[in-house]
C-alpha cells in the first residue's frame, strides 16, 4: 500500500489526511524533517512514497495528479512530492539534508530531487488550487479558490485528449467522458474497456461477414460503438489515472486489430455476393499502414532536431491561429474518428466495393496532403538531427541480414544526401516490374536481389538526410505492394486473403517497434527482425516462391500462409514478452492518430 509522510503541525479542521486516504494512501504523520526522514527509511523501497505539508490546500484531483500518476518516478505540485522505487534513492538523500528556506519541505524535496538527475514531473492543474497558505488569511483565500471551482467538472474535461478530430471532439466525447467516469465508479479498468471494443469491432466484423443488409447495419452500428469504447478506455485512463503497461500495449495496436478486421470482414461479406474486394481490402490496409509510418518516421526524425523551424511551419502556425482552419485541416486528413464513422455509414447503406473505393480516395488524399506538406518543411528547414533520431529511423526500416551486408563490408562512413534517392530507385524498380512482368517471371528474383542492395546501400549511412525520414515509408510499400502484385496476378482462390494475413502480421511487427521506440526502450531485439528476414528478405522469398511456384500457383496461398504463421508467431510471442514485463514502457497518445 502507498504511503503519504504528512509534515508539520496538524491543522485543525483540515480534511486532508482523509483526502489521502481515499486516494488510497496509509497517512503518518512527522512533525519536522528529522520525523519525516526516519518515517521515509520505515517504507519499504518497492512501494511509492509521497510527501505532502499539513497545510496544503487544494482539489482532490491536484493531489490525485501529483501522487498516482505510475508514469512518472517523481511527480509534484506545491506542497506534494511523490515517487515510485526509481527516484526512491533521490528522495532518502533529499530527505537526509533537506536544507532549509522559506519554501514548504515537500517543495525543498523535490527542488533537491530534480538538482540530483531525476526528472520531477509538474503537472498542468488549470484551474485547479494546489498552495501552501503561509497565514490564515492565505489559507481563507485558498480555500475560496477550491470552493469557486468544481473539482469533478474539471476531471471530466481533462479526461479527454486535449487535440483530437472534429468528429471525436464535438460527436463522441461530450458523452463518453460521462461513460469513463461511469466505468470508473464501477470498479471497471480502462483494459477491460479496451477489450470490450475489441470484442465489439470483432463481432461487428463477423456481422459484415454475412453479406446481407442486416449485416452491414449493424456492422455499421456496432463499428461506432467500437470507436465509443475506443475514445471511453482512454478517457478512464486519464479520469482515474489507470495507465499501465498492458494497457499501452492493448491500446497501441487493437485499433489497428480492429480496424483491419473489419476490412477483412467486408470483404468476405462481398464474397458472399460474388464480388472479389481482397485487392481492395488489401489495398486499404497497405495504404493506411504506409501513411502511419510516414508519421511515425517524420515525428521520430524531428523529435530532437535542433534550428528546426521553417517558413512551411511557420504558415502552419498562422493558419492555427484562425481557428475554423485548424479543424479543416484535421478532418481532410481523415483521422480515425471521421474515418470510422465513414466506413460505418457507408457499410450500413452502400456497398463493400464503395466503402473501400471511398477509404482509398480519402486516405491518398489525406496521405498526399500530409507528406506534402512534411516534405516541404524538411527542404526549407534547417535541422541538426541527432545520432538518437538517426537510430529510430534505422530500426523503423526493420533492415535484416541482406540490408546489413553492405554496411558490415564497408563500414560507417559519413552521411549522404542520396539515401532516399536510392531507397526510392529500388522501391519503385521493384514494384514496376512486379506490375509489369507475368506472375512468376524468373527475372523479379534479380529486381529483388538489386532491391535489397540497394536498401542496404540506402542504410549504409546514419539516416540524417533532410528526406531520410521517407526512407522506412518507401520500404514498407515495396514490401506491401510486392506481396500484393503477386498475389494478384497469381488469380488463384485463397492468394489475396493469405496475402492480407500475411502484411497484417508484418504490419503488426511495424507498429510494435514504433510504439517500442516510442517509449524510449528502442526497437525490438535485432535477432527478432533477422528472423523473420527483414523486409528485403521476405521481399526476396516472396518473389521465389512465386517463381518456384510459377506452375503450380495454387500452392502460392499456402506458401504466403506458412510465411504470415511463422511471422505471426513469432513477433507476437516476443510482442506478448516485451509488453506484459516490468521493463515495458507506458505509451499513451494525446492527439488523435490518424
Not at 515517487?83 to 522559506?102: H, I, N, Y
Not at 497565514?135 to 479527454?160: G, K
Not at 496476378?489 to 502480421?505: C, H, Q, T
Request: with cysteine; aromatic share 8%.
Amino acid at each position: 500500500m502507498p504511503t503519504v509522510i504528512l509534515t508539520g503541525l496538524p491543522v485543525p479542521g483540515s480534511p486532508l489526511a482523509d483526502e489521502l486516504r481515499s486516494l488510497g494512501f496509509e497517512v503518518r504523520s512527522a512533525a519536522g524533517p528529522q520525523d519525516a526522514a526516519a518515517a521515509l527509511a520505515a517504507v519499504p523501497a518497492d512501494q511509492r512514497v509521497a510527501v505532502v505539508d499539513s497545510a496544503f490546500v487544494g482539489h482532490v484531483h491536484a493531489l490525485r495528479l501529483a501522487l498516482t500518476d505510475p508514469r512518472f518516478d517523481a511527480c509534484a505540485v506545491t506542497g506534494a512530492l511523490a515517487v515510485q522505487p526509481g527516484a526512491r534513492e533521490a528522495l532518502d538523500k533529499a530527505a537526509a539534508a533537506p536544507g532549509d528556506g522559506p519554501d514548504p519541505y515537500a517543495d525543498r524535496l523535490a527542488a533537491a530531487v530534480e538538482a540530483a538527475g531525476t526528472a520531477v514531473q509538474r503537472p498542468e492543474l488549470g484551474t485547479l488550487v494546489a498552495a501552501v497558505p503561509a497565514t490564515s488569511a492565505d489559507r481563507d483565500a485558498a480555500v475560496a479558490a477550491v470552493a469557486a471551482v468544481d473539482d469533478e467538472a474539471v476531471r471530466l474535461r481533462t479526461a479527454v485528449k486535449s487535440r483530437d478530430g472534429f468528429f471525436t471532439t464535438f460527436c463522441i466525447s461530450p458523452y463518453s467522458r460521462y461513460i469513463a467516469r461511469w466505468c470508473a465508479r464501477r470498479g471497471l479498468t480502462p483494459n477491460q474497456v479496451t477489450t470490450a471494443s475489441l470484442i465489439t469491432a470483432l463481432i461487428a466484423a463477423g456481422c459484415a461477414a454475412t453479406g446481407e443488409r442486416w449485416g452491414y447495419v449493424a456492422a455499421g452500428v456496432l463499428l461506432l460503438f467500437s470507436f465509443v469504447l475506443d475514445c471511453t478506455d482512454g478517457q478512464l485512463a486519464r479520469y482515474s489515472l489507470q495507465y499501465s503497461t498492458m494497457g499501452a500495449w492493448l491500446d497501441a495496436t487493437f485499433d489497428r486489430a480492429k480496424e483491419y478486421a473489419f476490412y477483412a470482414g467486408l470483404a468476405l461479406g462481398a464474397a458472399r455476393n460474388g464480388d472479389d474486394v481482397w485487392a481492395l481490402a488489401l489495398g486499404a490496409m497497405i495504404l493506411m499502414t504506409c501513411r502511419h509510418v510516414v508519421d511515425f518516421s517524420f515525428n521520430e526524425a524531428n523529435h530532437d532536431a535542433t534550428a528546426n523551424t521553417s517558413p512551411t511551419a511557420a504558415l502552419s502556425d498562422r493558419l492555427d491561429s484562425v481557428g475554423w482552419t485548424v479543424w479543416v485541416r484535421r478532418m481532410i486528413i481523415l483521422p480515425i474518428g471521421e474515418r470510422w464513422a465513414m466506413i460505418a455509414v457507408l457499410t450500413a447503406f452502400t456497398t463493400p466495393r464503395i466503402v473501400f473505393y471511398a477509404l482509398l480516395i480519402g486516405c491518398a488524399f489525406g496521405a498526399l496532403y500530409t507528406t506534402a506538406g512534411r516534405v516541404l518543411r524538411s527542404l526549407t528547414r534547417k535541422a541538426t538531427r541527432t545520432d538518437r533520431a538517426a537510430q529510430a529511423l534505422y530500426d523503423l526500416t526493420d533492415s535484416g541480414p541482406l540490408a546489413e551486408f553492405p554496411r558490415r563490408l564497408l563500414g560507417a562512413r559519413g552521411p549522404a544526401a542520396s539515401s532516399v534517392w536510392i531507397a526510392a530507385f529500388g522501391a519503385v524498380a521493384l514494384i514496376g516490374f512486379a506490375l509489369s512482368r507475368p506472375y512468376g517471371d524468373p527475372a523479379l528474383i534479380a529486381v529483388a536481389v538489386l532491391y535489397a542492395v540497394a536498401a542496404g546501400e540506402a542504410v549504409s549511412r546514419p539516416l540524417k538526410g533532410a528526406l531520410d525520414w521517407l526512407i522506412p515509408p518507401l520500404f514498407r510499400a515495396a514490401e506491401y505492394v510486392t506481396v500484393l502484385v503477386l498475389a494478384a496476378k497469381a488469380d488463384v482462390p485463397g492468394a489475396l486473403p493469405a496475402a492480407f494475413g500475411l502484411i497484417a502480421a508484418v504490419a503488426y511487427h511495424h507498429y510494435d517497434t514504433v510504439y517500442r521506440i516510442r517509449g524510449g526502450t528502442g526497437a525490438p531485439p535485432h535477432w527478432l527482425v533477422r528472423t523473420i528476414g527483414g523486409h528485403e528478405g521476405r521481399v526476396l522469398l516472396t518473389t521465389v516462391l512465386a517463381a518456384v511456384l510459377a506452375t503450380r500457383a495454387t500452392d502460392f496461398p499456402v506458401a504466403l500462409t506458412a510465411m504470415a504463421v511463422f511471422v505471426a508467431l513469432v513477433v507476437l510471442v516476443e510482442s506478448i514478452r516485451f509488453w506484459v514485463s516490468s521493463g515495458a514502457p507506458a505509451v499513451h497518445d494525446e492527439g488523435e492518430p490518424a
